[in-house]
């Protein structure tokens, strides 16, 4: 595709997603238009030359197509704002250094207008919920086995359906179930592994901690048996001690009693 000044002009394309993105997006989709109203066949050149029989056809189709498209808006409680622009474009227009915006924000781009306010109440709760995910997940360890990533977390909040990516247009199909369990056995045999690791680590801990335990134990008993016999050897002396005391007073006394009871 070339500009005005027959200079090729470059068009990013973004192949996951199969979507164009960049600055030359618009200039790719008018001449598109231009091909096909060059080498699609009509019958006529012009649309006043179109026979009325078929112009009423057309409208036909066109009001048919017109209701349709309003049922199903009215059934959708999630709308973005972009209008023509998709969702690769918008990305790509808020990139900073840090590369193109995570899903959540993707999100609040495509679905929170200028003024602060909501395409619709569910569009909010939707980034509300990803937001408070993400704050959770950041106090979670690292070696957590739930979603870590935005896009992940994102998934997870929105669903997804075959070839469609929610908050970010048409994409890759979804792998299948099969697929995703066999992708998954070995990060979980792993994960069950290191779990069996550290279930021994802790097996083998609380084992040791039993024994100190134990041997804690058996030495408190030995310090009380020798803190029972030394007061008891101590109680025994005081009382030998106090028991002579009472005797030799005892005996003094009758002592004394009976040299008063000769001299009478």
């Known amino acids: ?33 231009r091909l096909v109203t060059l080498c699609a066949s009509f019958d006529v050149p012009y649309w006043r030359d179109v026979p009325e029989d078929r112009k009423a056809k057309i409208y036909e189709k066109l009001l048919a197509m017109s209701e349709r498209n309003k049922v199903n808006r009215s059934k959708q409680v999630i709308s973005h704002i972009t209008g023509r622009r998709s969702f690769k474009q918008v990305s790509w227009a808020e990139r900073n250094e840090g590369g193109e915006p995570p899903a959540h924000e993707l999100w609040r781009l495509t679905h929170q207008k200028k003024d602060g306010s909501w395409g619709s109440e569910q569009s909010r709760q939707v980034y509300e919920t990803v937001k408070d995910k993400l704050e959770e997940l950041a106090s979670q360890p690292f070696d957590s086995p739930i979603a870590s990533t935005p896009e992940e977390v994102f998934s997870l909040v929105v669903g997804q359906r075959s070839g469609y990516v929610r908050g970010r247009g048409c994409g890759p199909r979804p792998p299948s179930k099969s697929a995703v369990t066999t992708a998954t056995i070995p990060g979980l045999e792993a994960q069950v592994k290191d779990k069996d690791e550290r279930i021994s680590q802790m097996e083998e801990l609380i084992s040791k901690q039993r024994e100190e335990v134990a041997q804690i134990q058996e030495k408190l008993f030995k310090q009380k048996e020798e803190v029972t016999s030394e007061v008891t050897a101590r109680l025994q002396s005081d009382m030998s001690s106090q028991l002579n005391e009472l005797v030799n007073k005892k005996f003094m006394d009758m002592m004394f009693q009976f040299h008063r009871d000769l001299g009478t």
């Not at 027959?6 to 598109?32: C, H, S, W, Y």
């Open 1 to 33: 595709m070339r500009g005005y000044n027959n200079a090729k002009l470059t068009v990013q394309i973004d192949m996951e997603f199969r979507r164009p993105f960049g600055e030359n997006t618009d200039d790719l989709v008018g001449e598109i238009a």
